[in-house]
Each structure stands twice: as structure tokens, then as C-alpha cells.
């Protein structure tokens, strides 16, 4: 016995890895009840451990009831209810015939568990995550210490369903700045904007048959999200500045919708800015038509070039027809999973009640630091050194596109990533399967539509992928892309 005893490489304290082994072979009964443990020194010396080590391992079962200790006698193993010998019922349990309808519409959703995982040197293009690399470390440390200064035993216990009361204050001010009339709103913090959604998309009534517009494509959670949540999807083809509006009144006079789900700011998957004439003709048929606006503001804050291009929501003036869903994942530290609803005052109320019953609130010390971080001033240093970045990695692949898959037609105003539609016919999961071989991945498009079409269309992510990896693998993708199409 204790030949077994191997320390674990690592920050782990040896004497916790102690502790965890003899309390194993207790609870496996490989040590009995009332049976004399080694001396200090002697279980040392088995283990290859020092003797305090042991000492303080002792010390920790007896602490939490697996050891006792008799003065002048040694340590001994205590009575430890941990099962009879045969345990009292076993069965297995058939979980697939057990999950409900929305557990196994969730799985066949689920394109991540079935993508082409990218190998260890592979160059990967499918992630719009921003770069770690860029992360302001030391200013979110100090944040994080500030904060923990200021009020650390309050944050460290149960917060309030709505949020964090001074990001929320800092991010209404925020909103305020974007052209956003206020009077008769109010803000719900949620762990990010899939949370968001769905809280949104579980509150609303299908009165009208539980139909949603959104662009065609559009983003693949959202997708997800509708579905699981029940609503049919009807999708308006793209245009070069946004959503085909005579489409969309089309599809606005052929029946009644529950609610629109609009991406107007560096589209997801398109990367199209929406043109503010289309903003505004886009919000007159909504408030003609009496649908209710989800704006979800991805990547607002990435805007390389151009005017600043007010949200939707800032648009509908002091109107309640629009639910706007932010974040900073894509630009700050999508870790955290901070987001915001900004809404009506009284659907925020009903919201708050749905996000309280689902999760009680989201982490106070994630919502508490982020707000420290910004009210510290360095959100925006930070956005200039991260827009001067990616602006340059988006001219980078922008510039390789139009070298190597000229054939290809590129859409893409920013953001982290680029769109490109090769000639109808063309199969971009075949591409995909002859360029991971050459050690190169992607996002095929067709994940973005939700009526079969996309199949000649890819996303490109060049936020996390080094330069000479933009250079070697969009060559790569254009020379098998070109072979195929031969």
C-alpha cells in the first residue's frame, strides 16, 4: 500500500494532493475504520513526501471528519458513512429515450459538435472571437483589485436579477451616447447575448403565429435560438447595403410576424453595414406593420472606416418597438459574459422575472469588474490600439481575397471577419474537406441560412490567425478552390 502515491506537476499544493489520495483509499475502504495510520515520518518517507506535508494532510482529514487522532497514540482511519458494501439501488437509465423535444432539437443545432476539429498547427479561419493576445491584462487586473477593495464581500454574495445597478447607469449613458432616446426604458444584464436572446424570445407571445423575420443569412445562434424556442422562420434575401426591403415587404403584406431579428452593423455572417436610408425605410415598415425589432448591436463597436451609423433603436426616437441586445464580447473579454437588454420599461420588468426564475442574476463580480474597467477610462485606449489591429488584419485578408480567390465575390465592411459566395453550384463543404487535408478550416455558410441555401458560401474569421497564416492559408483555400470549380 501507498506504493501508488505519484505528485502531480502543477500549481496543486502537495499536501491537498495527499490529502485527496488517503482520502480516496478511506472512502474505497482500502484503509479501515479505526485502522492506525503511518507515523508522520514513516508515511513521508512511502510517499516521498516531506513530514509537514503529512502533518498538514493529517491535519485536513481530521478537519473534515475522515481521520481522528488520539494524543501519544497516532492518527487513525474514522467511521465514514460513505455506502454499504453493495450499494442500496443500481440501475442504468436510457437517457436518450428520457430527453425531451428542445434536448434533441438542441443536438441536431449543434454544428459544433460535428465541424472539423482544427489539428495543432492547422491554420484555423472559423473563430470571431477577438485576440487574446490584445487583451488589456494589467488595467483589468487593477480593475479587478479596485473593485474588490471597494466593496469585495458584498460582491462575493447573491446580486440583483436586473444587474449591477453602476454598469448598469454607465452602460444607459453608453446607449445614451449612440443616439438612443431614453425616456420609457429601462436595462436587464445578462451573462452575454445568447442569454439575452433567449430570455427575450421565452417572454414574447406567438399571437401571431409565432413567426420571425430576420436577413437571409444571418446569425447561426439566432437561428438556433428561434427554432428552439418555437418560432418559424421566414428570411429576406441580403442586398450590398442590407436587406432587401421590397423582399421585406413582401413578406410583411403575406402575414402577421411576432417579432423582426435585424444584425445592421457588420452582419453576421455578410459583415455588411446596413445604409442609413435602408435604417430608416427599414424602421417605417416595422412601426407601419406594428413588429416588434430585436437589434442585436454585434460588433457596433469595430468600425474601421465611414460614419458612424446610428443603431436601430436610436432611430425609432421615443417609439418601444425596439429590444436592443449589446455586449462587448467581441471586442473586450467575452470571458466575462456580461450583456444587456435594453428595452420598454415594462418588458424589462417581465424580463427580470424570467432571468431571476432562470438563474437568479448574472455573476456580480464579472458585471462589477467590467464596470470598473470602464468607468477606470480605458475602454476607449483600448478600442483605438484593437480597431488600429483588426483594421489592419481585415485589409491583410481582404487584400489575400482579392488576390487569390478573385473568382470569389467578397462582402465584409469590418469587423472580425469577411463573406465569400463562389458561382452557384459550387460546394464549400467539399472545399472545406480538401483544405482541412492541406491543414487549413473554415466556416462553410449554409450554417447561416434557414432555407437550404448557402451551400456556395464561406465565412472567413481572421481575428486570432497570424499574417503569414492569412497569406498561406487563403492561398491554399483559392488554389483548391480553383481546382474544383475547373
Given at each position: 500500500m501507498f506504493n501508488d502515491f505519484k505528485p502531480l506537476e502543477g500549481d496543486r499544493p502537495v499536501r491537498i494532493q495527499v490529502k485527496d489520495y488517503l482520502k480516496r483509499l478511506i472512502i474505497k475502504g482500502a484503509l479501515q475504520a479505526d485502522q492506525k495510520l503511518p507515523s508522520t515520518r514513516e508515511l513521508g518517507s512511502l510517499l516521498g513526501v516531506g513530514r509537514n506535508t503529512v502533518i498538514a494532510a493529517y491535519a485536513d482529514l481530521e478537519e473534515e471528519g475522515f481521520v481522528y487522532a488520539l494524543p501519544g497514540k497516532g492518527s487513525y482511519v474514522a467511521l465514514v458513512s460513505v455506502g454499504a458494501d453493495e450499494p442500496a439501488a443500481s440501475w442504468r437509465t436510457d437517457w436518450s429515450s428520457r430527453v425531451n423535444g428542445y434536448a434533441r432539437q438542441a443536438v441536431e443545432l449543434d454544428r459544433m459538435k460535428r465541424g472539423i476539429r482544427a489539428g495543432k498547427d492547422a491554420i484555423s479561419f472559423t473563430s470571431i472571437a477577438p485576440d487574446e493576445q490584445l487583451f488589456d491584462l494589467d488595467n483589468f487586473r487593477r480593475a479587478f483589485l479596485d473593485r474588490m477593495a471597494l466593496e469585495g464581500n458584498v460582491l462575493l454574495n447573491y446580486g440583483y436579477a436586473k444587474g449591477y445597478k453602476p454598469l448598469i447607469d454607465y452602460l444607459m449613458r453608453y446607449m445614451e451616447h449612440k443616439g438612443v432616446d431614453l425616456r420609457g426604458k429601462d436595462m436587464l444584464i445578462t451573462s452575454g447575448f445568447t442569454e439575452g436572446l433567449d430570455i427575450v424570445l421565452s417572454a414574447l407571445g406567438k399571437s401571431r403565429g409565432g413567426a420571425v423575420l430576420?436577413?437571409?443569412?444571418?446569425?447561426?445562434?439566432?437561428?438556433?435560438?428561434?427554432?428552439?424556442?418555437?418560432?418559424?422562420?421566414?428570411?429576406?434575401?441580403?442586398?450590398?447595403?442590407?436587406?432587401?426591403?421590397?423582399?421585406?415587404?413582401?413578406?410583411?403584406?403575406?402575414?402577421?410576424?411576432?417579432?423582426?431579428?435585424?444584425?445592421?452593423?457588420?452582419?453576421?455572417?455578410?459583415?455588411?453595414?446596413?445604409?442609413?436610408?435602408?435604417?430608416i425605410a427599414l424602421m417605417k415598415l416595422m412601426a407601419e406593420y406594428e413588429v416588434p425589432v430585436i437589434e442585436d448591436g454585434f460588433n457596433e463597436e469595430l468600425r474601421y472606416s465611414g460614419a458612424h451609423a446610428m443603431p436601430l433603436i436610436a432611430s425609432a426616437g421615443q417609439g418601444n418597438g425596439v429590444i436592443y441586445l449589446g455586449s462587448f464580447s467581441k471586442v473586450l473579454f467575452p470571458g466575462l459574459r456580461v450583456g444587456w437588454v435594453l428595452a420598454d420599461k415594462e418588458l424589462i420588468d417581465y424580463l427580470e422575472s424570467v432571468k431571476r426564475a432562470r438563474n437568479?442574476?448574472?455573476?456580480?463580480?464579472?458585471?462589477?469588474?467590467?464596470?470598473?474597467y470602464l468607468h477606470n477610462g480605458h475602454l476607449d485606449k483600448y478600442l483605438k490600439k484593437a480597431r488600429a489591429e483588426y483594421k489592419r488584419k481585415y485589409e491583410l485578408t481582404k487584400a489575400?481575397?482579392?488576390?487569390?480567390?478573385?473568382?470569389?465575390?467578397?462582402?465584409?465592411?469590418?469587423?472580425?471577419?469577411?463573406?465569400?459566395?463562389?458561382?452557384?453550384?459550387?460546394?464549400?463543404?467539399?472545399?472545406?474537406?480538401?483544405?482541412?487535408?492541406?491543414?487549413?478550416?473554415?466556416?462553410?455558410?449554409?450554417?447561416?441560412f434557414m432555407d437550404g441555401g448557402g451551400v456556395n458560401t464561406m465565412r472567413i474569421g481572421f481575428s486570432r490567425v497570424k499574417d503569414e497564416d492569412i497569406r498561406e492559408g487563403i492561398r491554399i483555400i483559392g488554389e483548391v478552390a480553383e481546382q474544383l470549380g475547373e
Open positions: 430576420c436577413e437571409n443569412p444571418t446569425h447561426h445562434t439566432a437561428i438556433k435560438n428561434f427554432k428552439l424556442n418555437g418560432f418559424e422562420i421566414t428570411g429576406i434575401p441580403m442586398e450590398h447595403d442590407g436587406i432587401n426591403l421590397e423582399e421585406l415587404e413582401r413578406a410583411l403584406s403575406g402575414r402577421k410576424y411576432d417579432c423582426a431579428y435585424f444584425i445592421p452593423s457588420y452582419h453576421n455572417p455578410t459583415g455588411i453595414v446596413m445604409s442609413p436610408e435602408k435604417r437568479i442574476h448574472t455573476s456580480t463580480l464579472d458585471q462589477s469588474v467590467l464596470f470598473q489575400c481575397c482579392e488576390k487569390y480567390i478573385p473568382f470569389a465575390r467578397l462582402s465584409g465592411d469590418g469587423g472580425l471577419h469577411l463573406f465569400l459566395e463562389f458561382a452557384a453550384g459550387f460546394d464549400t463543404h467539399r472545399l472545406l474537406a480538401a483544405c482541412s487535408a492541406k491543414g487549413v478550416i473554415f466556416t462553410p455558410g449554409d450554417m447561416f
